[in-house]
């Protein structure tokens, strides 16, 4: 390796490198793999797909602008995965540069499924260590997850310790991605997505061909950390670094919408089977601030922004007792809107102080016109990993998705065999080619 083994961006690929990888460490990543192409697939049917699908057809189907594609498709749905500790979305930065280098190079299934746990790895290492105060402003995912790009890509590449620190070091100055859209709903995030699957493998593409970056691009005077982290915490980066892998920490969406509303959505849905036939007069959340920031919208004005707005989610799980893509449309917002006028969200204990390492709790009260309250607590959500997914529920979440994409029957179950194939080391690219934009 270089002289500039001391840094942190070193060490971490020293400890991602060094970490066995097991044949059910190799099972869950084909899942999590499984869980990232359905949601791709599923994000073509959108307004942002459409639109992200109509740039890349007037495009030669290049690694790079299929990276791109299929990162910011998979981000669209909100139904793709959360690792809780760093608050990133690693598989629609991860999956989509694996998936899409791998085809070109018609790489096997271990070595796409090592590459998943290796991507995950740095991404989430990084995200856990930037800070509360980051994530007020710029959005982790954006900005954790060119390292995860470019450490998937040098593990394909083959790139050696020192051609993957150059890879990091120019995935880190790429980093970029602010929360401003919220205000308006704005397709951003999805570009978040995409951009950092792409810049990761722009670095690692670039550093097999000699080209350098900065070694100390985490923790120098003018680098990630200082420059958009004021509470960062660099130690983070490398501890507990005989760990499971982090995609094993990683949880699964069930409902799709942002994770922030999840704990709301379980308290909820656990009260509905009490509500038939009785009023609600108030309902109250009590939350942690960061789903306060990120998901205080009381009164939703499109399907995006009601996917952020824990006052609509509320009143879904209440009402229907599910929460479906349905629940936010045009007619849902508008069937809604009574009772989510009632839902006060409020920053409470212990749900302040557990976010984001211990849990991401809420509690729900709803006070009813006879006088009763109804409460119900979560400290946590389903689909994380103590209260995973079966693999039949992420199974049949991914035809669920691959439908709503448009994908014929016969071909998702090509797709999905395909993908869960991949532990025995074979690559069915015939098959996986149908997720490629």
């Given at each position: 390796m270089s002289n500039a083994t001391g840094t942190l961006t070193g060490k971490l690929i020293q400890l991602v490198r060094g970490k066995p990888v097991t044949a059910a460490d190799l099972e869950q990543a084909a899942l999590f793999m499984l869980d990232a192409i359905a949601n791709a697939v599923g994000g073509r049917n959108s307004a942002a797909g459409e639109i992200l699908l109509r740039w890349a057809s007037g495009r030669p189907a290049q690694t790079s602008n299929q990276t791109f594609v299929l990162g910011a498709l998979t981000h669209i749905l909100e139904t793709d995965d959360l690792h809780r500790s760093s608050v990133t979305h690693p598989?629609?930065?991860?999956?989509?540069?694996?998936?899409?280098?791998?085809?070109?190079?018609?790489?096997?299934?271990?070595?796409?499924?090592?590459?998943v746990l290796h991507g995950y790895e740095a991404m989430c290492r990084v995200g856990n260590a930037v800070g509360p105060a980051h994530y007020r402003i710029w959005h982790n995912t954006a900005t954790c997850g060119p390292y995860g790009?470019?450490?998937?890509?040098?593990?394909?590449?083959?790139?050696?310790?020192?051609?993957?620190?150059?890879?990091?070091?120019?995935?880190?100055?790429?980093?970029?991605?602010?929360?401003q859209f919220l205000e308006t709903g704005a397709m951003s995030k999805h570009l978040h997505a995409g951009r950092a699957a792409e810049s990761g493998l722009l670095a690692a593409e670039l550093a097999a061909l000699g080209f350098t970056g900065p070694p100390a691009i985490l923790e120098g005077e003018k680098g990630f950390f200082a420059g958009a982290c004021p509470d960062a915490q660099p130690a983070r980066v490398l501890a507990d670094a005989a760990a499971p892998?982090?995609?094993?920490?990683?949880?699964?969406?069930?409902?799709?919408?942002?994770?922030?509303?999840?704990?709301?959505?379980?308290?909820?849905?656990?009260?509905?089977?009490?509500?038939?036939?009785?009023?609600?007069?108030?309902?109250?959340?009590?939350?942690?601030?960061?789903?306060?920031?990120?998901?205080?919208?009381?009164?939703?004005?499109?399907?995006?922004?009601?996917?952020?707005?824990?006052?609509?989610?509320?009143?879904?799980?209440?009402?229907?007792?599910?929460?479906?893509?349905?629940?936010?449309?045009?007619?849902?917002?508008?069937?809604?809107?009574?009772?989510?006028?009632?839902?006060?969200?409020?920053?409470?204990?212990?749900?302040?102080?557990?976010?984001?390492?211990?849990?991401?709790?809420?509690?729900?009260?709803?006070?009813?016109?006879?006088?009763?309250?109804?409460?119900?607590?979560?400290?946590?959500?389903?689909?994380?990993?103590?209260?995973?997914?079966?693999?039949?529920?992420?199974?049949?979440?991914?035809?669920?998705?691959?439908?709503?994409?448009?994908?014929?029957?016969?071909?998702?179950?090509?797709?999905?065999?395909?993908?869960?194939?991949?532990?025995?080391?074979?690559?069915d690219w015939q098959s996986l080619r149908a997720v490629m934009p």
């Open positions: 598989g629609c930065v991860v999956v989509p540069v694996v998936l899409a280098l791998g085809f070109h190079r018609e790489q096997g299934g271990a070595e796409l499924l090592g590459a790009s470019a450490m998937a890509a040098a593990n394909l590449l083959q790139l050696d310790d020192a051609e993957a620190q150059h890879a990091l070091g120019n995935a880190g100055t790429q980093s970029s991605g602010l929360w892998w982090q995609l094993i920490r990683t949880s699964i969406k069930p409902w799709p919408s942002c994770r922030h509303t999840h704990p709301a959505i379980d308290a909820a849905l656990e009260l509905y089977g009490s509500l038939f036939g009785r009023d609600v007069v108030r309902v109250e959340a009590e939350v942690y601030q960061a789903a306060l920031d990120v998901c205080n919208r009381p009164d939703p004005n499109s399907e995006y922004e009601a996917k952020f707005s824990l006052s609509h989610c509320i009143a879904a799980a209440l009402a229907d007792g599910r929460v479906t893509f349905d629940s936010f449309d045009g007619r849902s917002r508008q069937r809604l809107a009574a009772l989510r006028g009632r839902v006060s969200a409020v920053v409470a204990e212990p749900y302040r102080s557990a976010y984001p390492d211990q849990y991401w709790g809420a509690r729900i009260s709803v006070t009813l016109s006879d006088g009763e309250t109804l409460t119900a607590e979560k400290k946590g959500c389903k689909g994380d990993p103590k209260s995973a997914l079966s693999r039949k529920e992420m199974i049949d979440k991914a035809k669920l998705l691959m439908r709503h994409g448009g994908l014929e029957q016969r071909a998702t179950e090509s797709l999905v065999a395909a993908v869960l194939d991949l532990p025995s080391g074979r690559a």
